[in-house]
Each structure stands twice: as structure tokens, then as C-alpha cells.
């Protein structure tokens, strides 16, 4: 089954407003690291965030890493219509090369 | 250079027909991966590998074949394709350096119709 469970699945934001998504696992994790797909397109990576307790920014993108290492989220601001897309979260176990993914959070933009 | 690339962009097949999926990478990665992408589910994990010579298991692995003969090449093989298997392939390559795992980079996708 999945390591880490994303939610919401789907997130329909209005124009300029904020919203987050959320990824949650029971065990530690190594990593986190977040991809956006657009749609038709393959995944791209976003951040990365290994550090418990770590904040990264990437302009309207914030990204956290829960204290103890088993959650982590993805806040956005002002959405814009180039937001739309499916973001995923992803993990790895410690010592574990194979790379678990979230469901992954659909958002759609209301202009 | 391409990055990763995959081949065929769309295929059609009959069940029980085999095919290969291509997968090269020219940014000289150790790690390369399958995954399938279904809706709902995010990304799967098929086979892996973690050098030339090197394979293993992911998540869901029956009915797929992998080989790593060359650090470049990942080929996945459907042995007798299901409708089940109907799904988007992406392949990924990427790296880890002092002991974390990098981004992986994904190439752009093979669509697969089994009817």
C-alpha cells in the first residue's frame, strides 16, 4: 500500500485565494519531496525537504516538514491559473531507494 | 542533453500481445525506475534499479519484465498484456549525493491501451 496519504484529492480554489494540501505517513521518513504534474504532462520536481522542521519557499510556494519527520505540507497563495495541475508528495524510508508517492492533489482555478 | 526519454509516446495493444517499453537517460544516473500512473492512484512503482546489473521489485510487479544491461537503458517488458495493464508508463531516472536521495526526473510518458 501507499506510504504516504495526501489529502485533499481535489482542491477547487477561486482566483487569487489560498489553499494547501497535506501528506501524512505513520512511519518516519527520509525525505519529502514535491512533484507538479500538468496536465498531459509528467511529473516535475518542485523541493525537496529532509531537515525535521524544515520551511522552504518558492515565491508563492510554501513548503513544511513536520517536526517529527511524518508529515509534511504545501500551502500556495494568491493561486493563479498556472497553478492548476496535480501536485504530488513523495517519500523515502530511511536506507530505502524506492520512492513512494502520495495520491496526489488535483487543483482546478476558478477565474 | 535530452534527459529522459521514453518510446513509444502512445501504443495499442491486443491482450495477450508483449511489447518492451524503451527508457534512456544520458545524465549518467545510477538509479532508474518504472512507475504507472493510474487515476486516483498517484504514482506506482513497477521495477527499479539501482545500477547496471541491478534490478528489483516496487510496488506492483507482475506482469512486467526489467533489465539493466547499460547505465543508459531501462527497458520494461509486458509479457502478456491485460486490460488491467492500460495505464500511463513513466520512466525516472536520479542520483543521491552524500547519502540523500536527488530529484527524480521523469520522461514524458507512454500511453498504453490494452483491449
Same mark, same amino acid.
Given at each position: 500500500?501507499?506510504?504516504?496519504?495526501? =489529502?485533499?484529492?481535489? *482542491?477547487?480554489?477561486?482566483?487569487?485565494? +489560498?489553499?494547501?494540501?497535506?501528506?501524512?505517513?505513520?512511519?518516519?521518513?527520509?525525505? =519529502?519531496?514535491?512533484?507538479? *504534474?500538468?496536465?498531459?504532462?509528467?511529473?516535475?520536481?518542485? =523541493? *525537496?525537504?529532509?531537515?525535521?522542521?524544515?520551511?522552504?519557499?518558492?515565491?508563492?510556494?510554501?513548503? *513544511?516538514?513536520?517536526?517529527?519527520?511524518?508529515?509534511?505540507?504545501?500551502? =500556495?497563495?494568491?493561486?493563479?491559473?498556472? +497553478?492548476?495541475?496535480?501536485?504530488?508528495?513523495?517519500?523515502?524510508?530511511?536506507? +530505502?531507494?524506492?520512492?513512494?508517492?502520495?495520491?496526489?492533489?488535483?487543483?482546478?482555478?476558478?477565474? | 542533453?535530452?534527459?529522459?526519454?521514453?518510446?513509444?509516446? @502512445?501504443? #495499442?495493444?491486443?491482450? !495477450?500481445?508483449?511489447?518492451?517499453?524503451?527508457?534512456?537517460?544520458?545524465?549518467?544516473?545510477?538509479?532508474? &525506475?518504472?512507475? /504507472?500512473?493510474?487515476?486516483?492512484?498517484? %504514482? /506506482? %512503482?513497477?521495477?527499479?534499479?539501482?545500477?547496471? !546489473?541491478?534490478?528489483?521489485?516496487?510496488?506492483?510487479?507482475?506482469?512486467?519484465?526489467?533489465?539493466? &544491461?547499460?547505465?543508459?537503458?531501462?527497458? %520494461? /517488458?509486458?509479457?502478456?498484456?491485460?486490460?488491467?495493464?492500460? &495505464?500511463?508508463? @513513466?520512466?525516472? &531516472?536520479?542520483?543521491? /549525493?552524500?547519502? #540523500?536521495?536527488?530529484?527524480?526526473?521523469? !520522461?514524458?510518458?507512454?500511453?498504453?491501451?490494452?483491449?
Amino acid at each position: 500500500g501507499q506510504q504516504v496519504m495526501q =489529502i485533499p484529492q481535489y *482542491q477547487h480554489v477561486q482566483e487569487g485565494e +489560498d489553499f494547501t494540501t497535506y501528506c501524512n505517513s505513520s512511519t518516519t521518513l527520509s525525505n =519529502i519531496q514535491w512533484y507538479k *504534474q500538468r496536465p498531459g504532462g509528467h511529473p516535475v520536481f518542485l =523541493i *525537496q525537504l529532509v531537515k525535521s522542521g524544515e520551511v522552504k519557499k518558492q515565491k508563492r510556494l510554501t513548503f *513544511q516538514f513536520g517536526e517529527a519527520k511524518k508529515n509534511s505540507s504545501l500551502h =500556495i497563495t494568491a493561486t493563479q491559473t498556472t +497553478d492548476v495541475g496535480t501536485y504530488f508528495c513523495a517519500a523515502h524510508r530511511s536506507n +530505502d531507494y524506492k520512492l513512494s508517492f502520495g495520491a496526489g492533489t488535483t487543483v482546478t482555478v476558478r477565474a | 542533453n535530452a534527459g529522459v526519454t521514453q518510446t513509444p509516446k @502512445f501504443q #495499442v495493444l491486443k491482450t !495477450g500481445q508483449s511489447m518492451t517499453l524503451q527508457c534512456a537517460q544520458d545524465m549518467n544516473h545510477e538509479y532508474m &525506475s518504472w512507475y /504507472r500512473q493510474d487515476p486516483g492512484m498517484g %504514482l /506506482r %512503482l513497477i521495477h527499479y534499479s539501482v545500477g547496471a !546489473g541491478i534490478t528489483d521489485q516496487g510496488e506492483v510487479p507482475n506482469g512486467y519484465n526489467v533489465s539493466r &544491461s547499460t547505465t543508459e537503458d531501462f527497458p %520494461l /517488458r509486458l509479457l502478456s498484456a491485460a486490460p488491467s495493464q492500460t &495505464s500511463v508508463y @513513466f520512466c525516472a &531516472s536520479s542520483y543521491s /549525493r552524500a547519502g #540523500v536521495w536527488e530529484t527524480q526526473y521523469f !520522461g514524458p510518458g507512454t500511453r498504453l491501451l490494452v483491449l
